[in-house]
């Protein structure tokens, strides 16, 4: 079945929720990424087609000044993917990517980005790691997203995009913790992870957190249904 724009369904939307589309960035995708999750590209479609149903659209944006503390190339000796720790927190040390204002941080162009309401950036601060949308992983900058949402009405939060084990995960766990009449769902067909290891303990710790696992196809046959009555 597809959402085809001449269904009667087309215009139907999913009311008070909001779709939160995490980090499609160039750096992330492509052989020519930076820190390239395996078939990242593959998750835009599926966000393109869900992305009208939604009354509320925000994206966010990884957005690293050059100096940044997670980069591999700012601790002597550290290589891409090892771990270490960034003023004692726990760090999966990165290679350089989506630095301010360069290509690596744009959305990707194939991202309907005429339907993105709100952009939120995160991992400004060279001292902490940022993954969720809702505040950097020591709790100093909160992004204000949890208010935007609340301010806009929002009940139910539908999260996809990349990386699954870290930016989406981390997201999706923020916004049960912080907005705990929210129901919180992560649409997995539409999310890719870094690697399958941590995918698939992402996937067991979000059911752990109450997060709903669903996939596009459930989502869009659900206001199919609704679209009909
Ligand atoms: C991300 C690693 C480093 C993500 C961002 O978007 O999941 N992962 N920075
Ligand atoms: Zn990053």
């Not at 590209?41 to 509320?56: G, K, Q, R, S, Y």
């Not at 270490?84 to 309907?112: I, K, N, Y």
């Not at 952009?119 to 400004?124: A, E, H, L, N, S």
């Amino acid at each position: 079945m597809s959402a085809g724009r001449g269904s009667s369904w087309a215009g139907a939307e999913i009311p008070n929720a909001a779709l939160l589309v995490i980090d499609v960035q160039n750096g992330f995708i492509s052989e020519a990424g930076e820190l390239p999750v395996p078939g990242g590209a593959e998750v835009i479609p599926a966000i393109n087609e869900l992305l009208p149903h939604f009354p509320v659209r925000v994206a966010t944006q990884d957005w690293h000044p050059r100096d940044h503390g997670s980069f591999a190339s700012r601790h002597p000796g550290a290589k891409p993917f090892d771990r270490g720790e960034l003023e004692g927190l726990p760090q999966v040390f990165w290679p350089d990517h989506c630095v301010q204002g360069t290509r690596g941080a744009e959305l990707h162009p194939a991202l309907d980005q005429s339907r993105i309401q709100a952009i939120i950036r995160k991992g400004m601060d060279p001292a902490t790691d940022s993954y969720s949308g809702f505040s950097d992983n020591a709790g100093k900058n909160p992004t204000g997203l949890d208010g935007y949402l609340k301010a806009r009405g929002v009940r139910k939060i539908y999260v996809a995009g990349l990386a699954l084990d870290y930016c989406v995960r981390w997201s999706a766990l923020d916004a049960r913790r912080l907005i705990p009449e929210m129901q919180v769902h992560v649409i997995v067909d539409a999310t890719r992870p870094v690697a399958p290891s941590s995918g698939a303990e992402a996937l067991r710790d979000l059911g752990h957190a109450g997060v709903q696992l669903v996939q596009s196809a459930e989502v869009l046959a659900g206001i199919s249904r609704a679209g009909a009555v």
